[in-house]
């Protein structure tokens, strides 16, 4: 019996002024939610390779929970003082942040985004366009935290 992945991207805010414990909370009970959902399946955690932010939560808390991490970004995740983070696996796309968006949302089955500027909204309108005759309740998470910035 094969087992089946399903891909999780998870997009937020990149920089790290915002309420980081309820973003960690939140995100760690929907991992854990997670795994209950999917028992029977590997589950990728894909997000924007950078050492920071909601990407840096989500990577973490995947590592903990067991998921595979995916760090999905451009060429210029690279050049980021925060570095990168030790995925397990890389998919790198374009040159500029952003430049990766169409294809970062062909390559993930849901979506959980927590706050976040610009390029994860953007991100999250594009996932609801491809998706909008299916049931977007179960597709797409969306919640917001505190932003300090």
């Known amino acids: 019996m094969q087992v089946e992945t399903i891909k999780y991207g998870v997009v937020g805010f990149s920089k790290n002024q915002f309420d980081k414990k309820a973003a960690y909370q939140l995100v760690d009970k929907l991992f854990e939610d997670l795994k209950s959902e999917h028992p029977h399946q590997f589950i990728e955690i894909v997000s924007g390779y950078t050492n920071s932010g909601i990407p840096k939560i989500a990577y973490e808390l995947a590592d903990k929970h067991g998921f595979i991490t995916v760090g999905y970004s451009a060429k210029q995740a690279l050049k980021v003082r925060s570095g990168v983070y030790p995925v397990k696996k890389v998919i790198l796309k374009g040159e500029l942040f952003g430049d990766e968006s169409t294809d970062f949302i062909n390559y993930i089955d849901r979506l959980i985004r927590v706050g976040g500027g610009p390029q994860s909204r ?24 505190a932003w300090y910035g």
Do not use: P
Request: glycine content about 0%; overall charge negative.
């Open 122 to 145: 953007k991100e999250t309108e594009m996932f609801r366009l491809k998706h909008q005759k299916n049931d977007l309740d179960k597709l797409l998470l969306e919640y917001e935290v």
